[in-house]
């Protein structure tokens, strides 16, 4: 049976997560106080015993100049002894057919792992474009601007950077304030941080996390700013040996 999750689900639910994605209880429960809604998360039932799960986080998607609701589909997990049952699948169908009812035009995802775009691929899901990774050797940074400025970034900065820099893009995710809010808020909690770069010549935000010596950023939206003077802006705060920048694929 699929049905949509209880406050009574949340043990269970959270036992799963940690079960398979290995996060921490700290980060999992984070998650559940402040991002978690049940009619937002599907769970397959089968004799009384919650076995699989999915999250469908509704999203503003724009193609082209088109927008359009849709769902960011997360957190997709069946326990280890069922796999291979088509729980996964069920859910997946589930929610389509929810997203048709009301009215809600597409679906989008980003597998955990290159195994899964098969995976989803066979279930109707195209992939539009693929991340590397830059890295940056402090060494390497050109000199820091004296007037440029590194500040914790408000949710309503990185909102709007973020629309700005994505607003000619095929597809575009579009989350909203307390979306925005939630990821900052987050990141702060474990440690991370989302920066609000500045120079003369434009602004631009940082979702980064340090991992001993290096910086790991996992967005990186600018305006009018090149990625180096960008990193040479966080260097001076920051002070890490080498930045690593998740960055969208070119070619």
């Known amino acids: 049976m699929i049905r949509f999750a209880a406050d009574e689900d949340h043990a269970v639910l959270k036992s799963l997560w940690k079960q398979i994605f290995g996060d921490s209880i ?9 991002r ?20 469908m986080l509704p999203v503003e998607i724009s193609i082209g ?6 769902r960011y589909i997360y957190a997709v997990a069946t326990e ?7 729980v996964s699948t069920k859910l ?4 389509h057919d929810f ?50 400025a590194c500040i914790s970034c408000s949710a309503q900065n990185f909102y709007r950077i973020r629309n700005t820099v994505f607003a000619d893009s095929i597809l575009f995710v579009r989350w909203g304030i307390d979306a925005l809010e939630y990821v900052i808020g987050g990141a ?6 989302v920066y609000y770069i500045r120079t003369n010549k434009g602004e631009g935000i940082a979702l980064c996390g340090r991992r001993g010596n290096t910086i790991f950023i996992r967005e ?14 966080l260097h001076g705060t920051l002070n890490a040996n080498e930045y690593s920048i998740l960055l969208p694929e070119i070619g």
């Open 65 to 70: 100049q088109e927008n359009y609701s849709g």
């Open 26 to 34: 700290e980060v999992i429960d984070y998650y559940f106080s402040h």
């Open 80 to 86: 280890q002894r069922h796999r291979g049952q088509g």
């Open 99 to 148: 997203m048709r009812k009301n009215k809600e035009t597409a679906a989008v995802l980003a597998p955990a792992s290159d195994g899964l775009f098969t995976f989803y691929q066979k279930r109707g899901y195209e992939t539009v474009f693929f991340v590397e990774t830059q890295t940056l050797s402090a060494k390497d940074l050109p000199v820091m601007q004296d007037d440029a």
């Open 188 to 193: 702060k909690a474990f440690g991370d941080d």
């Open 36 to 55: 978690h809604q049940n009619q937002n998360m599907l769970v397959y039932e089968a004799e009384g015993t919650i076995i699989g799960m999915l999250t």
């Open 220 to 233: 990186l939206d600018l305006i009018g700013i090149d990625i180096p003077d960008a990193i040479a802006v």
């Open 92 to 95: 997946l169908l589930y929610c």
